[in-house]
Structure formats: structure tokens, C-alpha cells
């Protein structure tokens, strides 16, 4: 694969959203997830997109060409396609893309250039990228579209290709509360007890690289939970994350107020003999910190889940 030129130059801020997300993955198959049209295909487009068209020629100079397709659940944009194109501009591999894009019909996306920096660290990577629009005005079309929301969708998508996993968790934000569905292949008292019972939550309730070593609830309005968290490698003493019950509703519907005053609500819903988890959390940390951590723990529920 060709190498272009790597350019140090700073995006303008006044025009450009930046993304930073970490992978626990080597650069290698990151950046491959990046260039194989195949694993783009599957990752790109953000929720309840597809992509039937996904060509790329990843060179400086090489074109890539995308056709997002709605897919049922895509409310007024079901089976709308929106067919977009650009042109690399640099190719450094396992380091740098950058690329253009931009739909190739009248109206939104504005051309976008897309600058992705892949740095390795250690068995992971942390990848950055830069949305720089053409004017401020390109700029606030692109905030107003969501393309900042897009972007974060279509990396949860890559995370859990890289993890070999279907993107079955959906996560969506609005002001400070985090709100995370997963639909699990077991039935709703099998999912009620994994959340509640002591000895399934230390199997899951903890993000990568964590450990939960001990768990209590008191199942009950006024009851206490308590649940242990640290590092896997025991390099520091780690939390508990604790707090009360205001609701339990077997096997419906949990309300908890962790110790800090934050709500948390979770809800499980039958479907057809499937577990549908709807989990509500107001944030006390960034953004992109609480989505992945959140994101890994309903995911090592669902991996927990599948065992029993």
C-alpha cells in the first residue's frame, strides 16, 4: 500500500469535531477495520444504517465510494439510501487516513475532510479523528446533522467488530443521561437474576481490564447494594460502587440512586421469549468514558448471560 506525505498541520478548531476513542486491540487490525471494504461496510454507517456499496482504494489519490441504506428501524429514512464519495489525500500505513467526503447529491453531509490517527499503546490503540469542514458554516451544518453522534455510533460499531462481537448494544445520549438497549437471547427471569444475584454480578459488573471482587445487595426499597471495583492487574485499591433501591419491580423494572445522588433505572421487557434491557444512567464523568465503560460492562453481562 502507498504512503502519502504525513502532515503535522492542526486542524482549525473553530471548524472541526474531534474524536478520540481507545481500542483494546493492536493498531494492526484497526487500521485494517479502516481500510478492508468489507469491515467498513459492517462498521461504518451509524445505527440502523447499512452499507450495500462500500468500494475503497485506499491510496493518496484512490477513491472511496459509500452508500448508506436505511434499514426498517430507521424511522423516516427506511430504505433511503444516501450515496457519498472522496478521495484520499494521505495513506501512511498503521499511522494516518486522510480523506475526503462528502455526499453526492445536493444538500447534506458538506464536504468533510477526515483526518484518523492510529497510535499504538501497548496491545491497544488510541485512534483521534478530526472532522474539518470546508467554512463555519459547512461546520454548524455538520453539528446540526449529527455527525458528532454519528461518529460516536459508528465506533461502538467498530469496537464490537474488534471484539468479535455483533453491535448488539445501542447507545444514545441526551444531556447528561446515558441510555444503553440490548436485546438478550434468554429468557426475562434468567437476565433478572444475572443483574441481582450477588454471585452473577461479580462475573460481569465491571469494565475491561476491571474486577468486581465481591458484591451485596439487599433486593428491597431501602435496600443497599455494594459492588467492588479495581484493576484486573491489582495495581491500585479500586472503589465500591454502592448507593440504594428506590424501586424493585420482579422482574419488570429496578430504580437505584447510587451513592452520589445519581439515578439509574433499568428495565427488562419480555419479547418473545427474548430479554430486552433498557438501562438509564445520569453521568458523572466525560462522555466517551462513561459510553465504553458502560458499554463493556452490558456487554460482559451479555458474554455472562450466554453461560447459563
Known sequence: MNKGTSSTVTPPADRTLTTTRVFDAPRELVYRAWTDPKQFARWFPPE???????????RPGGVLRVHMKG???AGDFAATVFPAKGVYREVVANERLVFTFKGEEEGPPPMVLTTVIFEDQGRKTK???????????DFEELKKIGASEGMRQSLDKLNAL????????TVNVTGRTLTLTRVFDAPRDLVWAAFTDPTHIVKWMFSNDWESPFAETDLRPGGRFRIGMRPADHSEEGFVFDG?????????????????????KTTFEDVGGKTKLVLTVEMSQ??????????????HLAKHVATL
Open 48 to 58: 440502523h444504517f447499512s452499507a450495500p456499496i462500500c468500494e475503497l482504494d485506499v
Open 71 to 73: 434499514d426498517p428501524d
Open 127 to 137: 485512534l483521534t479523528i478530526h472532522q474539518t469542514a470546508e467554512t463555519v458554516a
Open 162 to 169: 474488534l471484539a468479535g462481537q455483533a453491535p448488539d448494544t
Open 244 to 264: 440504594t433501591y428506590r424501586e424493585i419491580v420482579r422482574p419488570e423494572r429496578i430504580v437505584q440512586v447510587i451513592g452520589d445522588g445519581r439515578v439509574m
Open 286 to 299: 466525560g462522555e466517551e468514558q462513561e459510553r465504553q465503560g458502560w458499554t463493556e460492562i452490558v456487554e
